[in-house]
Nanobody, 123 residues
Framework: VQLQASGGGLVQAGGSLRLSCTAS????????MGWFRQAPGKEREFVAV????????RYADSVKGRFSISRDNSKNTVYLQMNSLKPEDTAVYYC?????????????????WGQGTQVTVSS
């Protein structure tokens, strides 16, 4: 599976962005798909994950109620809608695929990673 993330940019606090991650390969449709982020000098952290069907999701406490993850299997794409953005959301955002289909929150459980897209939230 190859993953290509896009949609990052510069936004003011309180604004919104939608990230997209398009996958190649047939394993996408049975993979759980996650989003992680990494701020400068910090560990890469879990943000959200969606199961293969799109029917089940999990979120980090820091983004609950503000971010929404979804997927469109007909387009091999997973999305992360980010609302009410805060300066502390500034990071490089990565999409990842867990081919086992488990809705893992640990980055070590993911098999494939995209290249990352920068999100910068100004105060």
């Amino acid at each position: 599976v190859q993953l290509q993330a896009s949609g990052g940019g510069l936004v003011q606090a309180g604004g919104s962005l939608r990230l997209s991650c398009t996958a190649s390969g047939r394993t996408f449709r049975r993979s759980a798909m996650g989003w992680f982020r990494q701020a400068p000098g910090k560990e890469r952290e879990f943000v959200a994950v969606v199961d293969w069907s799109g029917g089940s999701t999990r979120y980090a406490d820091s983004v609950k109620g503000r971010f929404s993850i979804s997927r469109d299997n007909s387009k091999n794409t997973v999305y992360l809608q980010m609302n009410s953005l805060k300066p502390e959301d500034t990071a490089v955002y990565y999409c990842a695929a867990d081919a086992d289909g488990y809705m893992a929150t640990a980055r070590y459980d993911y098999d494939y990673w995209g290249q990352g897209t920068q999100v910068t939230v100004s105060s």
